[in-house]
């Protein structure tokens, strides 16, 4: 059986399958499912209402990197959000380039795309920790 099997029984039609997050400082990993659907030409702000209403979250940078990698084909070649505020000016956000696959910071009232996603805990996706 896949790592991926269990999550890929419980997602709903129209949900791709993009990965493993390790998780970071004790924090635990997780699988990470693309929602369908995405929204264009949304400031910051109603990009993550959005998500929110499509049932998830914007991605993190650490998430696009991996959606980049995985699930490219199904983003257009375009700027997306992310969930993550620039830590020296809140202004500003982060988001990814799906043509280049280049992460930069735009003001929040920039009008960009967006993706939801969710997360899995690897412990609730069937499987045991190891010891």
Request: hydrophobic letters at 35%.
């Amino acid at each position: 059986m896949s790592r991926q099997e269990p999550v890929s029984e419980s997602m709903a039609e129209g949900e791709q399958y993009a990965g493993l997050i390790l998780g970071k400082d004790g924090a635990p990993d997780y699988h990470l499912v693309l929602l369908p659907g995405d929204a264009e030409d949304v400031t910051w702000a109603a990009a993550r209402q959005w998500a929110t209403l499509a049932g998830g979250d914007l991605p993190t940078r650490r998430e696009l990197s991996l959606l980049f990698a995985n699930q490219k084909e199904q983003f257009h070649r375009v700027w997306y959000w992310s969930s993550e505020q620039s830590e020296a000016r809140s202004q500003l956000v982060w988001g990814q380039n799906f043509t280049s696959g280049i992460q930069t910071m735009y003001g929040r009232p920039f009008h960009g795309r967006a993706r939801a996603v969710r997360r899995v805990p690897v412990d609730q996706a069937g499987y045991e920790k190891s010891p």
